[in-house]
């Protein structure tokens, strides 16, 4: 029986992908250069290396009959050539390629006509400031590789920032994006199975704090018009990418009910976390399915509204967790903790899932629940 499933990536993603591979009778083993890191902690096997390492990822490939990653930064020409050498690898690790290069992922977007940002290469001060005739001020210095949470990115409101942007991100290759004033940032968690079946999740609404998630609300608060046009957007995408498995759609609302996609991840995502408890089938038990050829679970809502807030470092340190006892009792309400040894400022640390009748119920819930905890 093929039922050894190796995970590049050994955080919080990993951790919920083997907790939902466990229930479904799979075995894994997650590659990550940390040792015991949230993964291996309920995983049946670690290797311990980086996942950028092409020998540590071979040696991953010996050991499973089905390869899946949680993180860009696995190592996509490795990932390529398993693959060409016959291991069951998805997504495609070419997809992987592609989408891990946000300025080549922008740019095919365009080319099948899918609505994104204007946006150029530029490395230098002077192709920098070429821009600004096409964009003018503000606009945002973004790293092409090796970005999230907002790391790779600088706004540039005007040109007395533009050194400061190329310092931060210096040693890195670099574009220019079009400054996008949105007024709601949404996000649709999409599936594909073996069979070619396409499910999406409803779009949520993401908050952001310091280009960094803070709040998943669901369902977005939009009109039905931009519920059904972001969830047609996604699984447009998803047939212009190749490999099976959950992938994430970021985008962007105008205040004139136009729909840019910002950008995707070819992963499970945090802003598909509250299903889980909201819906049938969360995100990471879509995933193993699909990536093991099962058909695909019921995507339907088992509460009306549900929110999920992250729980982010505060300092430097050891993790050390209080006030879980104070929130056991609330009703509807679940806290998933990562189990990552050290703390630092904004590290996603955990997340809360409240359910309920209301978005505005469930949202007090999760923000009271959150000043309880302290991490």
Known sequence: MNDRIGIVGGGQLGRMLAQAAKKLGFHTTVLDPTPNGPAAQVADA??????????????????????????????????????????????SPQTLALIKDKYLQKKFLEEHTVPVADSIDANSREEILATVERFGYPFLLKARRDAYDGRGNALIEDESQIDSGLEKLKGRMLYVEKFVPFIKELAVVVVRGKSGEILAYPPVETIHKNNIC??????????????????????????????????????????????????????????????????????????????????????????????????????????????????????????????????????????????????????????????????
Request: with cysteine.
């Open 46 to 91: 670690e290797i311990v290396g980086d996942f950028k390492n092409a020998e540590a990822i071979r040696e991953l490939a010996k050991q499973v009959n089905v390869m899946t990653f949680e993180i860009e930064s696995a190592n996509a020409d490795a990932l390529d050539e398993l693959l060409a050498a016959g291991h069951d690898i998805n997504p």
């Open 214 to 375: 803070h709040l998943v609300l669901s369902p977005a608060l939009v009109d039905a018009s931009i519920t059904r046009r972001s969830e047609e957007l996604a699984v447009s995408i998803m047939g212009h990418l190749k490999g099976v498995g959950v992938f994430c759609v970021e985008m962007f609302v105008t205040a004139d009910g136009d729909i840019l996609v910002n950008e995707i991840a070819p992963r499970v995502h945090n802003s598909g976390h509250h299903s889980i408890e909201a819906h049938e089938t969360s995100q990471f038990e879509q995933h193993i399915r699909a990536i093991m050829g099962m058909p695909l679970g019921s995507i339907a809502r088992i509460a009306p509204a549900s929110v999920m807030i992250n729980i982010l470092g505060e300092r430097m340190g050891p993790a050390e967790i209080a006030g879980l006892e104070e929130v056991e009792n609330i009703p509807g309400l679940t806290v998933h903790i990562y189990g990552k040894a050290e703390t630092r400022p904004e590290r996603k640390m955990g997340h809360i899932t409240a359910i309920g009748d209301t978005l505005s119920e469930v949202r007090a819930r999760a923000e009271y629940a959150r000043t309880l905890i302290t991490i």
